[in-house]
């Protein structure tokens, strides 16, 4: 069921209808009581679009931070290692800001910088969360 779901939004990526799309499809994922196990696959459709706008914070990033303390910090943290991108870097920037452990999060997004395969304007961003 996810995969159908995750699939409804991945056609509509990047089009002018996403946002209406994403919308319906975590509906669909709440209606269904997917809970955390919708947190993974929702991370690795970000990933495969690493330059999208998923919303500010978007139906997703809503989605998944309820099960903040609840396990969803080692699955971003896992995503993030795996493949940065604009808005999973945001939303690490986002629990760092909250305070707690915000050296192990700065030291995640500083990590980023390093690696030669991420896109500039992610590294940008990267940057810009660090000087403030």
């Given at each position: 069921?996810?995969?159908?779901l995750?699939?409804?939004?991945?056609?509509?990526?990047?089009g002018?209808?996403?946002?209406?799309?994403?919308?319906n499809?975590?509906?669909?994922?709440?209606?269904?009581?997917?809970?955390?196990?919708?947190?993974?696959?929702?991370?690795?459709?970000?990933?495969?679009?690493?330059?999208?706008?998923?919303?500010?914070?978007?139906?997703?990033?809503?989605?998944?931070?309820?099960?903040?303390?609840?396990?969803?910090?080692d699955?971003?943290?896992?995503?993030v290692?795996?493949?940065?991108?604009?808005?999973?870097?945001?939303?690490?920037?986002?629990?760092?800001?909250?305070?707690?452990?915000?050296?192990?999060y700065?030291?995640?997004?500083s990590?980023?910088?390093?690696?030669?395969?991420?896109?500039?304007?992610?590294?940008?961003?990267?940057?810009?969360?660090?000087?403030?």
């Open positions: 069921m996810i995969e159908e995750i699939r409804e939004m991945e056609e509509k990526i990047d002018d209808d996403f946002e209406e799309a994403e919308e499809c975590i509906y669909q994922i709440e209606k269904d009581n997917l809970g955390i196990s919708a947190v993974e696959p929702l991370l690795l459709l970000m990933e495969r679009h690493p330059l999208s706008d998923f919303g500010m914070p978007g139906a997703i990033v809503h989605y998944v931070e309820q099960f903040y303390k609840k396990g969803y910090e699955l971003l943290i896992a995503s290692t795996r493949r940065p991108t604009l808005h999973t870097v945001w939303m690490i920037n986002r629990i760092k800001n909250a305070g707690e452990n915000s050296e192990k700065e030291k995640i997004l990590d980023i910088l390093e690696k030669q395969e991420v896109e500039r304007e992610i590294k940008d961003s990267v940057k810009e969360f660090l000087t403030k």
